[in-house]
C-alpha cells in the first residue's frame, strides 16, 4: 500500500535552533515530491518540488533534499514566524492525485 | 499568480440539508480537487475532476457528489450534510504534467453540521 509518513508530529524549537523534518514514503513510480507549509486555519502553500534522487532546493531559512526512500526538511536558525505545520505530498506515475502525509506541526520560541 | 478561490471561508448548517461549496480557479487548470482536513488524519482526497464535466472519485467519495460545468468552477456538495461530515475542506487546482503539475490551495472552508 503506498504511504507517506512524517515524523515528527509536532516540534518545538528554540529561536536559532537548527532542525529537520523527515518525510518517508513507500511508494512505486513517484513522479514528484512536494513540500508546503500550512498556517493555521489556511490552505496550504505550496514550498517546493524535488523530482529525484540527490535533488535539493532551498529557500531563505528552508532546504529540502531527496533519497530514494525519504525527503527532509531542512530548517536552519528558525525564527518565530516559521512556525506552521509543515506538509509533503507525493505524486505518482499515471495518477493525477497527490498522497498528503500528516504533517509536522513546527513551533519556534522566541 | 494562481488563485484559488473558496466561496465561504466559514459555514454552519443543520444535519440534512443540503450544501453547496464553490471552487474557482482563474489560472486556466484542467485538474481540481476537493480535500477534506482533520486533525491527525491529514489531507483526504474526497473528488478530482480532469476536465469539465469529468470527475474520478478520491479515496472518501461516500456522502459527496461533485460538478464541473465550466473549466475555472469546481463544486462539491453534501447531498444530506450529517454531523461527521464536520471538517475543513480544501480545493486545489493544478496543471498536467511533471514540472507543472503544483496543486495550489484555496483558503478553505471551514463547515460545521449541527
Known amino acids: 500500500e503506498d504511504q507517506v509518513t512524517q515524523s515528527p508530529e509536532a516540534l518545538r524549537l528554540q529561536e536559532g535552533e537548527s532542525s529537520s523534518l523527515n518525510c518517508s514514503y513507500t511508494?512505486?513510480?513517484?513522479?514528484?515530491l512536494f513540500w508546503y507549509r500550512q498556517d493555521p486555519g489556511k490552505g496550504p502553500e505550496f514550498l517546493f518540488t524535488?523530482?529525484?534522487a540527490g535533488e535539493e532546493k532551498e529557500k531563505e531559512r528552508l532546504k529540502a533534499t531527496l533519497t530514494k526512500k525519504e525527503s527532509f526538511l531542512h530548517i536552519t536558525a528558525p525564527k518565530p514566524e516559521d512556525s506552521a505545520t509543515y506538509l509533503c505530498a507525493v505524486d505518482i506515475y499515471n495518477f493525477n492525485k497527490f498522497y498528503f502525509g500528516s504533517g509536522t506541526k513546527l513551533n519556534v520560541k522566541p | 499568480d494562481v488563485k484559488v478561490t473558496q466561496s465561504s471561508r466559514y459555514l454552519v448548517k443543520r444535519t440534512g440539508e443540503k450544501v453547496f461549496l464553490e471552487c474557482v480557479q482563474d489560472m486556466d487548470h484542467e485538474n481540481m480537487f476537493w480535500y477534506r482536513q482533520d486533525p491527525g488524519l491529514g489531507l483526504r482526497l474526497i473528488y478530482f475532476?480532469?476536465?469539465?464535466?469529468?470527475?474520478e472519485k478520491g479515496d472518501i467519495p461516500e456522502g459527496y457528489s461533485v460538478s464541473r460545468e465550466k473549466k475555472e468552477r469546481f463544486s462539491l456538495i453534501l447531498e444530506s450534510a450529517s454531523t461527521n461530515q464536520t471538517s475543513m475542506y480544501l480545493c486545489a487546482s493544478s496543471l498536467t504534467g511533471v514540472g507543472e503539475n503544483i496543486q495550489y490551495f484555496g483558503a478553505g472552508t471551514r463547515l460545521s453540521v449541527l
Open positions: 511508494v512505486s513510480g513517484l513522479r514528484g
Open positions: 475532476s480532469y476536465d469539465v464535466k469529468m470527475k
Open positions: 524535488l523530482y529525484s
